[in-house]
């Protein structure tokens, strides 16, 4: 893949029509302005640019993070290949000609996502999807979700920017919070936040000691 970007040391013009020469022959392909990408043939047809490559062309303003099964993978929680991949993004769209006809794309995630590495917003993911992707038993994807919060410095940094998240989300750091000890002072803004009167769906993640505490709907009995 090729951006005009990787040829600082040549006349704009001269790489532009280079490029747009090859483009029209068809040795390359011409995903956006500016941006070229050169396949290689599959047994699935034409081969595209990678997740790495969506990240590498991705402006500071448009981070790129795996999502779903992907996230959940990531995480621990499943070895599940999804049949289709699955991204979330901070920007409004992703070019299709970058990611694919066929990819899951979550746009508009925060802006706070922008600084944040893979396996945070893998977590924050997993946390808006209650859960769904994981195929450890619930009791087994609670310990899961508490080893990786309670990751040196991790929980703050979501705490952080939790005001951007929805309120179910910011009910179950909560209650993720004051299960791995976490200072209750800390936590006490994260609860303003919430609607008192509001119960949320923790889904895999009901069984979260505090999760009455924090507003959880109670769950159904077999």
Known sequence: MW???????????TVAQALSRLARAGTIERLSKGVYYRSRKTVFG????????????????????????A?????????QNPRRGEVAT???????KFVGQDLVIHT???????NLSKAD?????????KGKDSELSP????????????EKGRFERL????????????????AVGEQIGINPTMLERLRASLNPMTRFDFGALSGLTYAQQWQAKERRRA
């Not at 951006?3 to 040391?9: L, P």
């Not at 034409?46 to 790129?64: G, Y």
């Not at 705490?159 to 909560?174: C, D, Q, S, T, W």
């Open 46 to 69: 034409k081969s595209r640019p990678n997740p790495a490559a969506i990240q590498k062309l991705a402006s500071d303003r448009r981070a790129v993070f795996p999502a779903g099964i």
């Open 139 to 150: 009791k087994e994807t609670v310990q899961r979700t508490l080893s990786l919060m309670a």
């Open 108 to 114: 508009r995630r925060p802006e706070t996502w922008a």
């Open 71 to 79: 996230a959940a993978g990531l995480l621990g929680f499943t070895t």
């Open 90 to 96: 901070n920007a409004t769209s992703l070019p299709r």
């Open 3 to 13: 951006r005009f970007e990787d040829f600082r040391d040549l006349p704009l013009s």
């Open 121 to 129: 917003a893998a977590l924050l993911d997993f946390l808006r999807g």
């Open 159 to 174: 705490l952080k920017i939790a005001h951007a998240e929805p309120p179910r989300v910011r009910a179950m750091l909560g």
